[in-house]
């Protein structure tokens, strides 16, 4: 019997670079507003956009989002107990959703957990985007157990939020 090898996600959404030309935002915007109204699949030049888009070199400075992910899975990482760690981006940043869970299925792991920074309801990314991108990783990926640790229990943001906002008074 395999050991069951522990993974957790931590999914944002993920920020344009500063420094990215924006006319290509714009034609990647307007390419999967076509794609949408459509019901179609991404054309290769959308792809192509969101290929260059996710993976252009990124700093602090010009991409501070990333920058706050990252800090805050540096917080996470010594809370893991054991589990292996990857962080995942809905748009416009990679690694994507699925190349965080093909890098965590190549290291083992069997069960993975992913978390999304995206708090309350109502949003496409947490309530459907991120719910139907797991139901395509586990037709992909049989033998691994996948959850979603979503939604939030919005009684323990709250309270999480307003002791944060005690800090200031």
């Known amino acids: 019997m395999t050991a069951i090898r522990h993974g957790i996600i931590l999914v944002g959404h993920g920020g344009i670079p500063s420094d990215y030309p924006k006319e290509l935002v714009t034609k990647l915007k307007r390419l999967e507003a076509a794609r949408e109204a459509s019901g179609g699949p991404m054309s290769q030049e959308e792809l192509e956009l969101d290929r260059k888009i996710r993976t252009w070199p990124r700093t602090p400075e010009t991409d501070p989002y990333q920058a706050g992910l990252e800090l805050l899975a540096s917080h996470m990482r010594p809370l893991l107990n054991?589990?292996?760690?990857?962080?995942?981006?809905?748009?416009?940043?990679?690694?994507?959703l699925p190349q965080?869970?093909?890098?965590?299925?190549?290291?083992?792991?069997?069960?993975?957990?992913?978390?999304s920074t995206m708090f309350t309801p109502g949003g496409s990314h947490s309530e459907f985007e991120i719910p139907a991108t797991l139901d395509q990783l586990r037709a992909q990926y049989p033998a691994v157990t996948f959850t979603y640790a979503w939604p939030f229990d919005l009684a323990q943001v709250a309270k999480m939020l307003m002791e944060h906002v005690r800090r200031f008074d």
């Open 82 to 96: 054991g589990a292996k760690f990857a962080i995942a981006y809905n748009e416009f940043c990679g690694p994507t």
């Open 100 to 115: 965080a869970v093909e890098t965590l299925v190549a290291q083992g792991v069997t069960k993975i957990t992913v978390v």
